[in-house]
C-alpha cells in the first residue's frame, strides 16, 4: 500500500528507490521490506507511474452525472488497456499474485461474514476484470458482475471463461435495471462507490434505492470504499443516512478488516420477511 502512494503522488521508481536507498541504514527492516517489494515489481511499479502520471485519473466531483460516468467509462476502458490488475487495484502494482491474494481475503472475509452460500445470488457493481466473479463462481449459486466499462467487461469474460454460473455485462451505471426485484442475495460493490460519489450523489442514493429492490428478504448489501479524500465520519454518517432512505438496516461498518488493502467495509441489510 505504501508504494501505491508514493506513485499516487508522482513519485517516479527511480524517486523512490533513492529514498529507500538511503533511509534503509536508518529505518531498517521496514524500508528494506519495502525495497524488496519494489524490486520484485519494478515492471509493474513503472507502469503505474505512467498511468498516474498520464493525468487520466481525477478525484475530483464531475459536474454532472452524464459527465461522471462518461469519464469512469473512458477511464477504466484505458486502464484496463495499459494494466489489467493495476485497473482495479493499484496496489497490486500490477502483480496477479499480489491481486489474487487481496482477492482471497475479501472472498474469506465475506464468508466470515455469512453472506454468502452455494445457494447464493450474487451481484456486483463495478466488477472490473471479473476477479470476484471468477473468485465466487465456486462457492455461490451465481454471480452477475456489471460495469460501465465495455473493455473491462471483455477482459472479464475472457478471465471467466467455462464458468456457467457466471453473466456478466456492460451497464449505464445509473442504476441496475435488468435485474429482477427480490433476486439478489447480496449486491457486493469493492471500491465502486468512490466513482458513483465522484460522479454525483444522486447515483449514489439510486444505487442504494436500487439494491434494496433487487436484494430478497434477508439479502445484504456491501459495500467496500464509500469515497475517496474524505474523513470516516463523513462515510459513515452518509451510509447511515442513505440506508435510512432506502430503508435497508445499517450493519457492522466503518472498520478495516483487510490486511492487504485499506478499504473500509459498511454493510446494510433488507429486513426479513414478516412472520405475521
Known amino acids: 500500500m505504501t508504494l501505491m502512494y508514493w506513485l499516487k503522488l508522482g513519485h517516479g521508481v527511480g524517486h523512490i528507490e533513492g529514498v529507500l536507498r538511503s533511509s534503509a541504514a536508518v529505518i531498517e ?10 524490486e520484485r515489481n519494478r515492471q509493474g511499479c513503472e507502469r503505474i507511474a505512467r498511468m498516474v502520471g498520464a493525468g487520466v485519473d481525477t478525484d475530483q466531483a ?11 467509462r473512458r477511464l477504466f476502458d484505458w486502464s484496463v488497456s495499459q494494466s489489467a490488475e493495476s485497473s482495479v487495484a493499484l496496489y497490486s502494482l500490477g502483480n496477479a499474485d499480489l491481486l489474487a491474494a487481496a482477492t482471497r481475503e475479501v472472498v474469506q472475509w465475506l464468508q466470515r461474514q455469512q453472506l454468502i452460500s452455494r445457494s447464493s445470488v450474487v451481484l456486483e457493481i463495478g466488477c472490473g476484470i471479473g476477479r470476484f466473479e471468477a473468485a465466487l463462481a465456486p462457492l455461490v449459486g451465481s454471480i452477475h458482475g456489471i460495469d460501465v466499462s465495455p473493455a473491462m467487461i471483455e477482459e472479464a469474460r475472457r478471465r ?7 453473466e456478466l455485462r456492460v451497464c449505464e451505471g445509473r442504476d441496475l435495471r435488468g435485474v429482477a426485484d427480490r433476486s439478489v442475495d447480496l449486491v ?23 439494491a434494496q429492490r433487487v436484494l430478497r428478504p434477508g439479502g445484504a448489501l456491501c459495500i467496500l470504499e464509500m469515497s475517496y479524500g474524505r474523513t470516516l465520519t463523513a462515510d459513515v454518517e452518509d ?15 466503518g472498520t478495516q478488516p483487510f490486511r492487504s488493502w485499506d478499504g473500509i467495509a459498511f454493510l446494510a441489510f ?3 420477511e414478516s412472520s405475521g
Open 239 to 253: 451510509f447511515r443516512l442513505l440506508s435510512g432512505c432506502a430503508m435497508l438496516q445499517p450493519g457492522p461498518h
Open 160 to 166: 471467466c471463461v467455462g464458468l456457467d454460473n457466471v
Open 270 to 272: 433488507k429486513a426479513p
Open 62 to 72: 464531475a459536474r454532472s452525472p452524464e459527465e461522471g460516468l462518461a469519464f469512469c
Open 188 to 210: 457486493l460493490a469493492v471500491d465502486s462507490f468512490p466513482y458513483l460519489f465522484q460522479s454525483g450523489r444522486s447515483l449514489v442514493l439510486s444505487h442504494f434505492l436500487e
Open 29 to 38: 527492516p521496514a524500508l528494506g521490506r519495502l525495497q524488496q517489494v519494489l
